[in-house]
């Protein structure tokens, strides 16, 4: 089944301790993308790649990393998380760049107390 | 700054009511359109999109949006709404620089 997987679903952590939120799509999709989803202020991009080792920021990139070192796996990276970083993030993915239908992951859910 | 606004934050509507979700983007150029759905629980997925030719654009599910560029606008609609419906959609752009923006989405809740 094409699907994008996302771990954990569900993770309450502390602040200041790294954290890494795994993505992985099994479609061979070129790329990948973490969103943030708050309410009142929808999705906002905080990292993109359009292929393997080459990645960019997005709208709201500040306290996250991330890394494409396979053309699967897009792992978004808190290296010293805050609570404002509590939140719903989707990983998503497409054939290649944003004119292609977005597949998303079904979510993780952080809350960094 | 270029946006996508989404003017409609919670609608409640009984079932077989119709359906009009607004979307406006705040760009005067060539723009690519889509409408994502995300029920409760779920993933986002798309219901439909526009790129070019008929403005009109059927999606899945019965939903349907009408590109009107004088009016920088890719509403939503649906004839009549079923409870399962209930659900947050989300308007996005593509700007230029292959940006896909995400409005603020609308919550609909369709009571039986």
């Known amino acids: 089944e094409a699907q994008v997987t996302q771990n954990p679903r569900y993770l309450i952590t502390v602040t200041g301790k790294k954290l890494t939120v795994t993505c992985s799509q099994n479609?061979?999709?070129?790329?990948m993308s973490w969103y943030r989803q708050d309410p009142g202020l929808g999705l906002r991009q905080i990292y993109y790649?359009?292929?393997?080792?080459?990645?960019d920021k997005g709208d709201v990139p500040e306290g996250y990393k991330v890394s494409r070192k396979e053309k699967r796996n897009f792992p978004l990276i808190l290296e010293s998380p805050s609570p404002n970083q509590t939140s719903l993030y989707f990983c998503?993915?497409?054939?290649?760049?944003?004119?292609?239908?977005?597949?998303f992951g079904p979510g993780t859910r952080l809350t960094v107390t | 700054a270029q946006s996508v606004s989404q003017h409609n934050h919670h609608v409640i509507l009984s079932e077989a009511a119709s359906l009009e979700l607004g979307c406006n983007y705040s760009?005067?150029?060539?723009?690519?359109l889509f409408w994502y759905v995300q029920y409760p629980g779920q993933h986002l997925q798309l219901l439909l999109k526009?790129?070019?030719?008929?403005?009109l654009v059927k999606g899945i599910k019965g939903f349907e949006a009408e590109f009107i560029k004088s009016k920088f606008s890719f509403n939503l609609r649906k004839p009549s709404v079923q409870w399962s419906d209930t659900a947050e959609y989300f308007c996005?752009?593509?700007?230029?620089?292959?940006?896909?923006?995400f409005g603020t989405g609308t919550r609909l809740q369709v009571f039986p």
């Open positions: 998503a993915s497409s054939v290649s760049g944003t004119l292609y239908e977005q597949y």
């Open positions: 479609m061979n999709h070129e790329y």
């Open positions: 790649s359009m292929n393997v080792e080459v990645t």
């Open positions: 760009y005067g150029g060539t723009v690519n």
């Open positions: 526009y790129f070019s030719g008929d403005p």
């Open positions: 996005a752009v593509i700007l230029p620089g292959d940006k896909l923006i």
